[in-house]
């Protein structure tokens, strides 16, 4: 491992050889700290004697490797971040990355560049996670839910342009399961009407669509690393990437606005606010990251390929099994255009041709110890937007096929990591509840 080089932005000063070494300098992790990771993430199983036995080897082995190396000086916001933001600039083929606390921290700093003000309007679909949402409503723009494609779940793009207003500041299209919207739809109905476009790509890091890859297409993307996702880091974490011009200023939406190449007189640095969208400008936040989820995200990544390929032949085994049943509608899978990462199995019924719907088939499931969770039901059905002055009824009202794929057709059924065992039990007890469910003639 080569020494971690110090950049010039860093807080936790080195101030090198010196009779008085400024020493406000935080805390750094010690071996107690590095072993209750490890007692966390390896936690203890039935066997505690052994265990404990075996925590003391490990803890007196790093007491040891401590003694031939040195602590780290650098926890956040260092040369791990960096390289992770490098790679993900490679994989994606994009100009900017910026690795950030989560995927809503990177909607918000999208959106601030986007010029988003009170009173502004943001088209996002119903089906979604309340997040893709969270930072219009935090600053009093107004929400506006587009209707889905009944196939994919996708956003709607002829939804999208009924829905567009002269207040229209943003879309924001969501890759649900990591399968692409439309997005030559929807940019096309961007570019006519000067409107940004934040791609929620949460599910979606490494799906491709017509060789660009998701979250490159829009002004910005954004990606999660959450611990339910394809890949972590680490429990949490977030980058949003993008081709503008805006991207050189991410390190400023990061953190605070913290400028350190133009200090004001007499100190080390300015603090800016984010110029966006016709000069609009706005605070940043602080969204810093660690070394630690850095480097696990690193390791994890390599990890990627593999991962997404066993979830896609699962899922195409899983379509394999159900083709020819006319009740269960098809999971989209890859195309010549089309590579997805297989986050979500998106399983559907037609239940106009069963007795019962999906609710039934839900209980079906459990009750032959098969988990399956919907992501997600429709934002209007929670309280937080009819509490926040938007009327959920119309928005409820104005989005049929979300409503009808949550109350009656889809759930998700899971897809990783799992036997090939388990998939065949999936695969044969859901046909065999279809054909319970099958109308009688
Ligand atoms: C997980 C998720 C998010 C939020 O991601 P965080 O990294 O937790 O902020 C946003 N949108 C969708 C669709 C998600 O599933």
């Known amino acids: 491992m080569k020494k971690q080089e110090k950049a010039k932005s860093d807080f936790r000063y080195d101030t090198g050889e010196a009779k008085v070494p400024w020493a406000a300098v935080g805390e750094t992790m010690n071996i107690e700290d590095i072993s209750s990771i490890i007692r966390l993430l390896i936690p203890e199983g039935k066997d505690h004697s052994a265990y404990q036995k075996q ?35 490679k994989f994606l083929n994009v100009k900017h990355a910026c690795f ?11 959106l601030k560049f986007a010029g988003l003000k009170p009173g502004d309007e943001v088209i996002a679909p119903a089906i979604t996670f309340l997040s893709t949402i969270a930072y219009p409503l935090q600053i009093g723009a107004k929400v506006v839910l587009a209707d889905i494609d009944p196939l994919t779940l996708n956003i709607s793009p002829e939804d999208i342009e009924r829905k567009i207003t002269k207040r ?24 006519e009407h000067n409107i940004m476009v934040i791609e929620d790509c949460a599910h979606a890091f490494g ?21 339910v996702k394809n890949i972590t880091a680490g429990g949490e974490g977030g980058i949003v990437v993008t081709n503008t011009d805006y991207g050189k200023d991410f390190p400023k939406a990061r953190f605070g606005g913290f400028d350190i190449a133009h200090p004001i ?27 630690i989820q850095a480097v696990v995200l690193l390791n994890q990544m390599k990890r990627l390929p593999g ?15 159900f083709a020819g049943i006319e009740e269960i509608l098809p999971c989209p899978l890859d195309t010549k255009d089309i590579k997805s990462v297989y986050h ?32 997600f039901a429709p934002l209007y ?54 054909m319970e469910m099958r109308k009688r003639k």
């Open 265 to 291: 007189d007499k100190w080390l640095y300015d603090v800016v606010a984010l110029e966006g969208k016709d000069g609009h400008l706005s605070m940043a936040g602080n969204h810093s990251s660690t070394e």
């Open 207 to 227: 799906s491709f669509y017509k060789g660009k890859a998701l979250g490159t297409i829009g002004d910005f993307g954004s990606f999660s690393f959450h611990e």
């Open 55 to 89: 925590f003391e080897k490990v803890t007196a082995e790093l007491e040891e490797l401590n003694k031939k190396g040195q602590f780290a000086t650098k926890l956040s916001m260092g040369s791990n971040c960096s390289m992770l933001e490098d790679a993900a600039k």
């Open 381 to 434: 059905r929670f309280s937080y937007l009819k509490q926040l002055g938007h009327d959920t009824a119309a928005m409820q009202k104005s989005c049929p096929n979300a409503e009808n794929a949550f109350l009656h057709k889809f759930t998700h059924l899971p897809l990783y990591p799992l036997t090939d065992q388990q998939v065949e039990y999936m695969a044969d007890n859901i046909i065999e509840a279809v």
């Open 100 to 110: 950030v606390t989560n995927a809503t921290a990177g909607f918000d700093i999208g």
């Open 168 to 191: 229209t500041k943003a879309i924001m299209p969501v890759h649900i399961g990591g399968y692409p919207c439309d997005m030559e739809a929807i940019m096309k109905i961007a570019k």
């Open 344 to 375: 979500l199995y998106l399983f559907q019924l037609d239940h106009t041709k069963l007795n019962g719907d999906i609710q039934d088939f839900k209980v079906k499931m459990a009750e032959r110890g098969i988990i399956q969770i919907p992501h």
């Open 307 to 321: 991962i997404i390929e066993a979830r896609k032949k699962n899922a195409e085994y899983l379509n394999n099994r």
